[in-house]
T-cell receptor, first 116, second 114 residues
Framework: DAKTTQPPSMDCAEGRAANLPCNHS???????VYWYRQIHSQGPQYIIH???NNETNEMASLIITEDRKSSTLILPHATLRDTAVYYC?????????????????FGKGTKLSVKP | EAGVVQSPRYKIIEKKQPVAFWCNPI?????LYWYRQNLGQGPELLIR????????DSQLPKDRFSAERLKGVDSTLKIQPAELGDSAVYLC????????????FGQGTRLTVV
């Protein structure tokens, strides 16, 4: 089962920052926080991931709280093309692990609608 | 470099018929996943491979679903016989390893069972 809680939907005005929250209160010390998004009729697309520190790449920023129980994905200047379902996933490192520890488990995500 | 390639993109079959989906992962990627996605839901993991070994197939309905990854490269997911409830999008993904790396997804195969 997914270990994260996300709001089912959010709206954002085009050009404004989109801040997508995620609660993961049961996260373990070695589990990473991943974000993916899925645009309609496409496969999920990786956005960013982090362990403890905040991370930034060309797509987004990931802010993880100090206690690591929640995080926020920030799209700094949302465009219409950012309309998608955004998934927050917690995942153990899984390196050379068997069983379920390397799995990427999706929940229902947040449907972000960017409006003109 | 080509991404994860899946075929076919669409498939319509009658119930009780067999169907197979094919996935070609990114070259050099050891980890391969198969997911099923129903309308309005997130992807549901069916099976994960590390090279040619199925390390987690606990969510694969083994009475009708089977999968293989010969030589640790391409993979095939089969359903026999298909049921109406199997209508969904079947997604394949690959990553360098099961470690903290990104997974790349294919476009998926949309299966309709009538």
């Amino acid at each position: 089962d997914a270990k994260t809680t996300q709001p089912p939907s959010m709206d954002c005005a085009e050009g404004r920052a989109a801040n997508l929250p995620c609660n993961h209160s049961t996260i373990s010390g070695n589990e990473y926080v991943y974000w993916y998004r899925q645009i309609h009729s496409q496969g999920p697309q990786y956005i960013i991931h982090g362990l403890k520190n905040n991370e930034t790449n060309e797509m987004a920023s990931l802010i993880i709280t100090e206690d690591r129980k929640s995080s926020t994905l920030i799209l700094p200047h949302a465009t219409l093309r950012d309309t998608a379902v955004y998934y927050c996933i917690v995942r153990p490192p899984g390196r050379n692990y068997g069983g379920s520890q390397g799995n990427l488990i999706f929940g229902k995500g947040t449907k972000l609608s960017v409006k003109p | 470099e080509a991404g994860v390639v899946q075929s076919p993109r669409y498939k319509i079959i009658e119930k009780k018929q067999p169907v197979a989906f094919w996935c070609n992962p990114i070259s050099g990627h050891n980890t391969l996943y198969w997911y099923r996605q129903n309308l309005g839901q997130g992807p549901e993991l069916l099976i994960r491979y590390e090279n040619e070994e199925a390390v987690d197939d606990s969510q694969l309905p083994k009475d009708r679903f089977s999968a293989e990854r010969l030589k640790g490269v391409d993979s095939t997911l089969k359903i026999q016989p298909a049921e109406l409830g199997d209508s969904a999008v079947y997604l394949c993904a690959s990553s360098l390893s099961a470690g903290p790396t990104e997974a790349f997804f294919g476009q998926g195969t949309r299966l309709t069972v009538v």
